[in-house]
T-cell receptor, first 114, second 117 residues
Framework: AQSVSQHNHHVILSEAASLELGCNYSYGGTVNLFWYVQYPGQHLQLLLK??????LVKGIKGFEAEFIKSKFSFNLRKPSVQWSDTAEYFC????????????FGAGTTVTVRA | EPEVTQTPSHQVTQMGQEVILRCVPISNHLYFYWYRQILGQKVEFLVS????????KSEIFDDQFSVERPDGSNFTLKIRSTKLEDSAMYFCASFPGADRLAKNIQYFGAGTRLSVL
């Protein structure tokens, strides 16, 4: 399995603040990159994905992520968070070498204070 | 939107007992997965299943674990003799498979929390 690192374990911020969650992976070849979100008591939902093309990808709920190949990074951003963004966020990677199974980061818990 | 459903949402069992976790994948999907997340740790891949057989399994998926698709709709994970360290959230996922070598998106169920006492 690929190694995926998420830099922050728990982030606490106020509504309207900007959010950036870091994600780095270890594989040097072609990767598919994902951010999943898990709201309290709910299933994992896909926020956004990158396969190829424009390295800046836009997802649902105002989230975006930028793939920087030279830095092996895929950081998630949102310019202005809402209380409803309180959730756990997982970065994940698939590669052809790993038969396309998902390798997840440890997750970042985001708490947005109203 | 179609969903992956998992039952039960919470399963409590005694150590040494057998448990079966159930999943109903999205109906036209071809690939199925089980992942688990021990409290405070990352989501880990357990096994993938395609064409009625295991296509890949992790080192976690030892002889105590088995998967089955008994009736074309359910996809089950069986733990034959549970251990304390099997306590975790278990997630089922399914994947369309129309273009498996790229653009794969897995859809996840809400998970089953397994508590082994």
């Amino acid at each position: 399995a690929q190694s995926v690192s998420q830099h922050n374990h728990h982030v606490i911020l106020s509504e309207a603040a900007s959010l950036e969650l870091g994600c780095n992976y270890s594989y040097g070849g072609t990767v598919n990159l994902f951010w999943y979100v898990q709201y309290p008591g709910q299933h994992l939902q896909l926020l956004l994905k990158y396969f190829s093309g424009d390295p800046l990808v836009k997802g649902i709920k105002g989230f975006e992520a930028e793939f920087i190949k030279s830095k092996f990074s895929f950081n998630l951003r949102k310019p202005s968070v809402q209380w409803s963004d309180t959730a756990e966020y997982f970065c994940a990677v698939t590669t052809a070498m790993d038969d396309y199974k998902l390798s997840f980061g440890a997750g970042t818990t985001v708490t947005v204070r109203a | 939107e179609p969903e992956v459903t998992q039952t039960p949402s919470h399963q409590v069992t005694q150590m040494g007992q057998e448990v079966i976790l159930r999943c109903v994948p999205i109906s036209n999907h071809l690939y199925f997965y089980w992942y688990r997340q021990i409290l405070g740790q990352k989501v880990e891949f357990l096994v993938s299943f395609y064409n009625n057989e295991i296509s890949e399994k992790s080192e976690i998926f030892d002889d105590q674990f088995s998967v089955e698709r008994p009736d074309g709709s359910n996809f089950t994970l069986k733990i034959r003799s549970t251990k304390l360290e099997d306590s975790a959230m278990y997630f089922c996922a399914s994947f369309p498979g129309a273009d498996r070598l790229a653009k794969n998106i897995q859809y996840f169920g809400a998970g089953t929390r397994l508590s082994v006492l």
